[in-house]
């Protein structure tokens, strides 16, 4: 099945003139950048499901929520349209549009269970939301580039689209805007930013914002 899928990928990438390169089995660190991500995530999923004891379709229904936040992070700005604050997200290039944070399915609960179905549907929210504050967190932390003090960083400029560090927002939420007014310090940089997102305009400090590339 393996190799048919292989075969299946090959034919398409000659076709399209694109080349597919496969680490050897058992080799993560030959992934870099991505495997580096994998790790990441599977350390906050650990900790994120703690001591918790689920079943095995409660596993498989955190997983598909984790890929879903995985997926749903914002990469890069829309260059089509950088004044609307969207952003191109891994999403878009597995099913062509954002991923919808969609509420797990009910079914009635088994006599035999410790928990009853409400609180087995908390106990899955609260894993999820859990995990999605430590790994946005990370996430957003990473975009901004941190350098040492002897080196000198760009200022934040009007019309960058960032992503807004913010705190108790839902699960796949991203809270994006376009930069249109900046403050300067007393040493010429960049201290505040008037941002403008969907639901109006927000003044923040540049540690609360994450510049986003232009594709």
């Known amino acids: 099945m393996a190799s048919d899928v292989r075969s299946t990928l090959g ?3 000659v076709h399209h003139q694109v080349e597919f390169v496969f680490i050897p089995p058992r080799s993560p660190h030959f992934g870099g950048l991505w495997e580096a991500a994998v790790k990441s995530a599977k350390h906050l999923f650990l900790r994120a499901v703690g001591n918790a ?21 914002p990469l890069v700005a829309d260059s089509s349209n950088p004044n609307d604050g969207e952003a191109i997200t891994p999403a878009h290039f597995l099913v062509g549009t954002t991923l919808a944070a969609l509420p797990p399915g009910s079914a009635p609960p088994h006599p035999d269970d410790d928990l009853t179905h409400l609180q087995r549907w908390q106990l899955i929210s609260a894993i999820k939301r859990r995990f999605w504050r430590d790994w946005s967190r990370d996430y957003i932390a990473g975009l901004q580039q941190r350098v040492k003090w002897t080196k000198e960083s760009a200022n934040l400029l009007p019309g960058t689209i960032v992503v807004i560090k913010e705190d108790n927002l839902p ?3 991203w809270l994006l805007g376009r930069v249109t007014e900046v403050t300067h310090g007393s040493d010429g940089k960049v201290r505040v930013a008037l941002v403008k997102t969907k639901q109006g305009v927000c003044k923040r400090s540049v540690h609360h914002l994450a510049p986003l590339p232009i594709n």
């Open 171 to 173: 699960p796949q939420k």
């Open 11 to 13: 034919t398409y990438g």
């Open 53 to 73: 004891l689920l079943k095995e379709g409660e596993v498989q229904t955190i997983l598909v929520e984790v890929e879903a936040v995985l997926n749903s992070r």
